[in-house]
């Protein structure tokens, strides 16, 4: 069974910096395609990025390309997402999710196999 917990969340001020961690245990994270997923009170929850196993594959929402970055360190069974220049409208709870599908990098939530418990992220002035 392969557990996720994630980190890193907290509040800044717009146009700061945060990187959320996603970390894994039970089972060797390489095996598996990560996505990052948002869900903001009042909404649904909506796919950020994701990354294949092997980091040959990555996929951004529009409205964080060019802000965020995903990575993955496989060595370490830990996942990433850096988030900059961040705005109001990124305040959500953030989750990992890791997918068996390892070669197909997806913001759609459905296909996930496990998911971590999510990280606040709140950005305000």
């Known amino acids: 069974q392969l557990q996720l917990v994630e980190s890193g969340g907290g509040l800044v001020q717009p146009g700061g910096s945060l990187r959320l961690s996603c970390a894994a245990s039970?089972?060797?994270?390489?095996?598996?395609?990560i996505g990052w997923f948002r869900q903001a009170p009042g909404k649904g929850r909506e796919g950020v990025s994701a990354?294949?196993?092997?980091?040959?594959?990555?996929d951004y929402a529009d409205s964080v390309k060019g802000r965020f970055t995903i990575s993955r360190d496989n060595a370490k069974n830990t996942a990433y997402l850096q988030m900059n220049n961040l705005k109001p409208e990124d305040t959500a709870v953030y989750f990992c999710?890791?997918?068996?599908?390892?070669?197909?990098?997806?913001?759609?939530?459905?296909?996930?196999?496990?998911w971590g418990q999510g990280t606040q992220v709140t950005v305000s002035s």
């Open positions: 039970g089972l060797a994270l390489a095996h598996y395609a």
């Open positions: 999710a890791a997918d068996k599908n390892w070669w197909n990098p997806s913001l759609s939530e459905t296909g996930y196999d496990y």
């Open positions: 990354i294949s196993s092997h980091r040959g594959s990555m």
